[in-house]
């Protein structure tokens, strides 16, 4: 057999695996151990690579930046920052109509900025915007379906974990990939917003406006907002300036967010044990993704299956933009079945190469490295929200208990469309996504 023929036999055999719903973890790690010991013939050099896989793994330093990323955002979320978030940009556009809702995806656009963590966002901006959608007569379906897209900037804001996954499996600049975030993440939140306004332009009652605010209370929640932003500039200009590397970075911006939500949000000590459990579990999990994907790449690379597969693409006469949106394609039908961070893990050592030996406008080996990254996650998140999985969906439609699932699927619909025309424009337009990182580097 092959070794092309074998690594597509892998992928069968993780899907159905995942069919039966053992963990994704659990699944590439079987799957990448079968295949190993079928490629070596024993047992024995299994072992031997076993004894070292979990160090050089865990033993990585950028991996430190996940778990602080992930404590800065359970602080936000116990400390009671998305409130200030959400009442901040209420205060300026809940008198539109629609105001309310746009207030929603800017405050979600808000989070995701000090989070990283999609589901973390759309959980806890719901929580936090659903009773007031509800209150103002907004209709189930745009309420949920804002807010399920609304999570998807959770990882598209910088920072986001997916993005330090990428970096580390590809040895690129976390800098750069989170610099190369941010004009993406604003036209998604924009995009996110536009659809909201033709919504309630097409359906005026979808969307009633909210109540007008004085300009002193606009103030008041600038002042209450201003330290959020802050801790966002601070992470952010820290690791891109050169004055932090995103460990440090990162540290810093959770003890910045762990001090705001002891002074203004109240958290007390439950509090912060709910916090370093949250991070614990949830880095957990990472890290068991994290050694499976290592164990089946492992197999993957013996098998020299994306050796193969590149250098057949590179020489099959498809052209680059046809390629690319067969990657494009894959990544959505993955999103049926399996997480984000899944995908990057599963995906990136394979689609990275191929790639990488493709000419795409011109662009050199670092900006398309980083191109690809961002176009990656903005497919990514899709599947956070399109059927029929969304775990975003289900999350916020499980908040939302009298709005049936039909109508949360409904509303998230034009915001698919707006998530596809974006990533039209930023695979045909790669300056949106390096504007940034050529202009501060």
């Given at each position: 057999?092959?070794g092309?023929?074998?690594?597509?036999l892998?992928?069968?055999?993780?899907?159905?695996?995942?069919?039966?719903?053992?963990?994704?973890?659990?699944?590439?790690f079987?799957?990448?151990?079968?295949?190993y010991?079928?490629?070596?013939?024993?047992?024995?050099?299994?072992?031997?690579?076993?004894?070292?896989?979990?160090?050089?793994?865990?033993?990585n330093?950028d991996?430190?930046?996940?778990?602080?990323?992930l404590?800065?955002?359970?602080?936000a979320?116990?400390?009671?920052?998305?409130?200030?978030?959400?009442?901040?940009?209420?205060?300026?556009?809940?008198?539109?109509k629609?105001?309310?809702a746009?207030?929603?995806?800017?405050?979600c656009?808000?989070f995701?900025?000090?989070?990283?963590?999609?589901?973390?966002?759309?959980a806890?901006?719901g929580q936090?915007?659903?009773?007031?959608?509800?209150?103002f007569?907004?209709?189930?379906s745009?309420?949920t379906?804002?807010?399920?897209?609304?999570?998807?900037?959770?990882?598209?804001?910088?920072?986001?974990?997916?993005?330090?996954?990428?970096?580390?499996l590809?040895?690129?600049s976390?800098?750069?990939?989170?610099?190369?975030a941010?004009?993406?993440?604003i036209?998604?939140?924009?995009?996110?917003?536009?659809?909201?306004?033709?919504?309630?332009?097409l359906?005026?009652a979808?969307?009633?406006?909210?109540?007008?605010?004085?300009?002193?209370?606009?103030l008041?929640?600038?002042?209450?907002v201003?330290?959020?932003?802050?801790?966002?500039?601070?992470?952010?200009?820290?690791?891109?300036?050169?004055w932090?590397?995103?460990?440090?970075?990162?540290?810093?911006?959770?003890?910045?967010?762990?001090?705001?939500?002891?002074?203004?949000?109240g958290?007390?000590?439950?509090?912060?044990m709910e916090?370093?459990?949250?991070?614990?579990?949830?880095t957990?999990?990472?890290?068991?993704?994290?050694?499976g994907?290592?164990m089946l790449?492992?197999?993957?690379?013996?098998?020299q299956?994306p050796?193969?597969?590149?250098?057949?693409?590179?020489?099959?006469g498809l052209?680059?933009?046809?390629?690319?949106?067969m990657?494009?394609?894959?990544?959505?039908l993955l999103?049926?079945?399996?997480?984000?961070l899944?995908?990057?893990?599963?995906?990136?050592?394979?689609?990275?190469?191929?790639?990488?030996?493709?000419d795409y406008?011109?662009?050199?080996?670092?900006?398309?490295?980083?191109?690809?990254?961002?176009?990656a996650l903005?497919?990514?998140?899709?599947?956070?929200v399109?059927?029929?999985?969304?775990?975003?969906?289900?999350i916020?439609?499980r908040?939302?208990?009298?709005?049936?699932?039909v109508?949360?699927?409904k509303?998230?619909?034009?915001f698919?469309?707006?998530?596809?025309?974006r990533?039209?424009?930023l695979l045909?337009?790669?300056v949106?996504?390096?504007?940034?990182?050529?202009?501060f580097q």
């Amino acid at each position: 057999m092959s070794g092309m023929s074998l690594g597509f036999l892998m992928f069968g055999i993780l899907m159905a695996l995942l069919v039966v719903r053992i963990p994704i973890g659990i699944a590439m790690f079987m799957v990448g151990a079968g295949g190993y010991v079928y490629l070596v013939g024993d047992t024995l050099p299994l072992l031997n690579s076993l004894k070292n896989l979990a160090y050089a793994r865990l033993s990585n330093y950028d991996l430190v930046v996940i778990p602080l990323f992930l404590l800065m955002g359970q602080f936000a979320t116990h400390g009671g920052l998305s409130k200030a978030l959400f009442r901040f940009v209420s205060a300026f556009l809940g008198h539109f109509k629609g105001g309310v809702a746009i207030a929603a995806i800017g405050a979600c656009a808000g989070f995701g900025a000090i989070c990283g963590s999609s589901l973390a966002t759309a959980a806890t901006m719901g929580q936090v915007t659903l009773p007031e959608l509800k209150r103002f007569g907004y209709s189930g379906s745009l309420s949920t379906g804002a807010l399920a897209a609304g999570g998807t900037l959770g990882i598209m804001i910088p920072p986001s974990v997916p993005l330090v996954i990428y970096a580390i499996l590809t040895q690129e600049s976390i800098g750069k990939l989170f610099m190369a975030a941010v004009l993406p993440g604003i036209i998604a939140m924009l995009g996110y917003m536009i659809v909201i306004r033709i919504i309630v332009t097409l359906d005026p009652a979808a969307g009633p406006a909210g109540p007008a605010t004085s300009w002193a209370e606009k103030l008041k929640s600038f002042v209450a907002v201003l330290p959020v932003l802050l801790v966002f500039v601070i992470v952010i200009v820290g690791i891109y300036g050169g004055w932090a590397n995103p460990t440090e970075a990162a540290a810093v911006g959770a003890m910045a967010c762990g001090i705001l939500a002891v002074v203004t949000g109240g958290m007390r000590f439950e509090g912060l044990m709910e916090s370093i459990v949250g991070t614990a579990q949830t880095t957990a999990m990472i890290f068991l993704v994290l050694l499976g994907a290592d164990m089946l790449n492992t197999a993957l690379a013996v098998s020299q299956m994306p050796t193969e597969l590149a250098a057949w693409v590179k020489d099959s006469g498809l052209s680059p933009m046809l390629v690319m949106l067969m990657i494009l394609l894959i990544y959505v039908l993955l999103g049926c079945v399996m997480d984000s961070l899944a995908m990057i893990l599963l995906t990136i050592p394979i689609f990275y190469p191929m790639v990488m030996g493709l000419d795409y406008w011109g662009m050199s080996q670092v900006d398309k490295s980083v191109w690809f990254g961002i176009l990656a996650l903005m497919v990514v998140e899709i599947g956070l929200v399109h059927p029929p999985v969304g775990m975003n969906v289900y999350i916020i439609n499980r908040l939302a208990k009298d709005v049936p699932l039909v109508e949360t699927f409904k509303g998230v619909m034009p915001f698919l469309a707006s998530d596809f025309i974006r990533i039209a424009l930023l695979l045909y337009f790669p300056v949106i996504s390096l504007y940034l990182v050529h202009t501060f580097q």
